[in-house]
């Protein structure tokens, strides 16, 4: 049974450093993709003056659902156009790697949700627009870091600027000048939009080099 399990195992990892190359493929366009999305996310919420605490989440939690959903069809595309298949062991490696972050900031999200419409307004601020947006992208961070071990080793240093980036701005606390709001979308805008942007372009181009090689 265990010599089984070994065996599976090291298959797993022996795909998945076979396939690296096109995992790194898919990921150029994923996170430009939601990188775009996170920004232009960021400068509508605070267009539209979303500053309520309530608001603030449900807003992020359905652009989450959008970043999700669009993720999941252009790895999908990707999967197709490689003639591999989508839900392979590898993919749920990765997947299994990356769910726990991911299910505990949803969960967060959720129980802050429902809390912050009978807390004193203070208090609610503080929870849903201050300190939600960093432990959402500490844990962010986290789940990227877990999914760097099956992937290229980016992802492990992605995962990491997101966590010490998370922990810095919980650090330096809020700066005088700027409204919560300002302060809330901001953090996600820069985290989730100009970060995954920013890694998106830089695998573009690489990867663009490299084909030209």
């Known amino acids: 049974m265990e010599s089984n399990w070994a065996t599976e195992h090291l298959?797993?990892?022996?795909?998945?450093?076979?396939?690296s190359a096109v995992y790194r493929r898919a990921l150029a366009p994923v996170m430009i993709y939601n990188g775009a999305l996170g920004t232009a996310a960021a400068i509508?919420?605070?267009?539209?003056?979303?500053?309520?605490?309530?608001?603030f989440i449900a807003?992020?939690?359905?652009?989450?659902?959008?970043?999700?959903?669009?993720?999941?069809?252009?790895?999908?595309?990707?999967?197709?156009?490689?003639?591999?298949?989508?839900w392979s062991p590898p993919t749920r490696r990765v997947t299994r790697a990356m769910l726990p972050p991911l299910v505990?900031?949803?969960?967060?999200?959720?129980?802050?949700?429902?809390?912050?419409?009978?807390?004193?307004?203070?208090?609610?601020?503080v929870l849903g627009m201050l300190l939600l947006p960093v432990v959402w992208?500490?844990?962010?961070?986290?789940?990227?870091?877990?999914?760097?071990?099956?992937?290229?080793r980016g992802m492990r240093l992605f995962g990491w600027a997101f966590v010490l980036g998370g922990c810095a701005v919980f650090a330096l606390g809020i700066p005088d000048r700027i409204t919560r709001g300002q302060y809330a979308h901001g953090l996600m805008?820069?985290?989730?939009?100009?970060?995954?942007?920013?890694?998106?372009?830089?695998?573009?181009?690489?990867?663009?080099?490299?084909?030209?090689?």
């Not at 659902?65 to 298949?85: D, M």
């Not at 949803?106 to 912050?116: E, H, K, L, N």
């Not at 844990?139 to 071990?149: I, P, Q, S, V």
């Open 11 to 19: 298959q797993v990892i022996r795909t998945l450093m076979e396939r």
């Open 44 to 55: 509508i919420g605070l267009a539209a003056k979303i500053d309520s605490p309530r608001s």
């Open 59 to 86: 807003y992020w939690g359905c652009v989450a659902a959008v970043a999700i959903a669009g993720s999941f069809f252009l790895v999908r595309r990707q999967a197709l156009k490689e003639s591999e298949p989508f």
């Open 104 to 125: 505990a900031g949803t969960i967060i999200g959720a129980v802050g949700f429902i809390y912050v419409g009978s807390a004193p307004p203070d208090l609610a601020n």
């Open 137 to 152: 992208i500490i844990l962010y961070g986290c789940a990227f870091h877990a999914a760097g071990f099956f992937m290229p």
């Open 189 to 213: 805008g820069c985290f989730f939009g100009l970060l995954h942007l920013a890694y998106g372009v830089y695998l573009y181009f690489t990867e663009k080099r490299r084909n030209e090689t």
